[in-house]
Structure formats: structure tokens, C-alpha cells
């Protein structure tokens, strides 16, 4: 029995299998729509829980409050999110779909910077909700809107460079269980940095 020789591909193909890696798994957010708690309503939930019910006896005010609770819950979030690129990468381990990738003309790495690239997206979906709901509650920055948009952009790139070091620990770790473990040792205490 031979070998099929697998065909070299180009950097177009990279992308091209990227993006279809990253469409891919973005899908998956249609058929479980709990991904959508985990990334909409739950950062929400801890905005309105931090600033409403603790920020009065942290600040004179709520409103006061917020301006500080804001950037703290958004990077907190950005910063947990990632757990999902080592929990979807460790099943698909488990579940035999990587050995099926492999299996085919595509590029290697496009599975994981598929996968990171889909979770960039949901990063950036989750970092313009947080921010649009701070806005309607009275958050306001304080610099330009030059400024604004700069550090969004850095706290969406903080949450794509937080992918991989759990995409490692998604490749690495043996069980799901395991996945949580580790990236635990990782991500909580940057959390309190």
C-alpha cells in the first residue's frame, strides 16, 4: 500500500483554510447557543453586579464606580474567554477531528489559527458589547476617540494573544478536566495583575 502524496500549499491555501477553520467554528456558535452566554450575558452580568451592587460601597457613587470597573471587567473577561480555544481544541482531540484534518490537503496550522481566528472574532464581539453596555450606562473615556478605539484594539489583541498559550494547553492536556486546570494556573493570576 503507498502513500498519497500530500501537495504543497501555498499561503493563499493558508489563509483560504484558515478561514474555512474559522467559519467552521464560528458555526458551532449556531448549533450550542449557550457559547453566546458565556461571551454576551454573563460579562454583562458581572458589570451590573460589580458597579450596582458593590460599587456604592466602593465609590461615593455607581456612576463614579463604573469608570473604574469598566476596563477592569473587560480585560477580566477577555481574559477567560480563551478557555473556550483549549476546551473546543482538547474534543476535538478526543473526539478523532483533528486526526480527520490531518487526513486532508490542508495546511496544519490552519486548524489552530482557524480556531484562534474564530475566537478573535467572538474576543471582539465580546469586548464591543461590554463597552456598547458601559456607554449606555454612563461609562465614558477619557481621552479621544482615537484613544478609545486604540485601547479597544489593545484589549481584543490582549484576548487574541491569550488564545494560544491555551490553545497549548488544549493541544497538551490529556482530559478536558485537565484543560480547566492548567489554564486556571495560568489565567488567575494575571487576573489580579
Not at 117 to 127: E, H, L, P, Y
Not at 150 to 173: D, H, K, N, S, Y
Request: charged share 10%; aromatic share 10%; proline share 4%.
Amino acid at each position: 500500500m503507498s502513500a498519497v502524496a500530500i501537495q504543497d500549499t501555498g499561503r493563499s491555501n493558508i489563509i483560504t483554510n484558515t478561514l474555512t477553520i474559522a467559519r467552521r467554528n464560528l458555526l458551532h456558535i449556531k448549533a450550542t447557543p449557550e457559547q453566546l452566554v458565556e461571551m454576551s450575558i454573563q460579562p454583562l452580568m458581572f458589570l451590573v453586579l460589580f458597579v450596582y451592587v458593590f460599587g456604592g460601597a466602593i465609590a461615593s457613587s455607581s456612576k463614579e464606580y463604573l469608570q473604574f470597573a469598566l476596563p477592569g471587567i473587560l480585560v477580566q473577561s477577555v481574559a477567560f474567554l480563551p478557555f473556550t480555544t483549549a476546551i473546543a481544541i482538547n474534543v476535538d482531540f478526543q473526539r478523532g477531528v483533528i486526526d480527520r484534518f490531518r487526513s486532508l490537503p490542508i495546511a496544519r496550522s490552519a486548524v489552530i489559527a482557524g480556531r484562534i481566528t474564530a475566537d478573535g472574532f467572538r474576543v471582539a464581539w465580546s469586548v464591543l458589547l461590554i463597552t456598547g453596555f458601559g456607554l449606555f450606562l454612563g461609562f465614558r473615556f477619557g481621552g479621544t476617540a482615537i484613544e478609545a478605539i486604540a485601547a479597544l484594539i489593545v484589549v481584543i489583541a490582549f484576548g487574541l494573544t491569550m488564545c494560544w498559550p491555551m490553545a497549548l494547553i488544549g493541544i497538551t492536556a490529556r482530559t478536558t478536566e485537565s484543560v480547566n486546570t492548567w489554564g486556571f494556573l495560568i489565567i488567575l493570576p494575571l487576573t489580579f495583575v
